[in-house]
């Protein structure tokens, strides 16, 4: 019985919910996110970023 409401209120199959993990390796995709980061110079750009926008939030306010 509780298959059925659980069906009616959840329409996606539970196989559906299920994913193939191919590198289960968190924190090593993490480490090669972050090397990424700052090798592709984009850290650079969020200190502007960052830098530019108090900037302008001090002087507006």
């Known amino acids: 019985m509780q298959d059925i409401i659980l069906a009616g209120l959840w329409p996606v199959t539970p196989g559906l919910l299920a994913q193939a ?4 390796d968190v924190l090593g995709q993490i480490q090669s996110g972050f090397q990424n980061f700052i090798e592709s ?5 969020m200190v502007i970023g960052i830098v530019i926008g108090y900037a302008i939030r001090s002087i507006t306010r």
Request: proline fraction near 11%; charged fraction near 10%.
């Open 41 to 45: 110079g984009q850290v650079w750009a």
């Open 21 to 24: 993990v191919s590198d289960p």
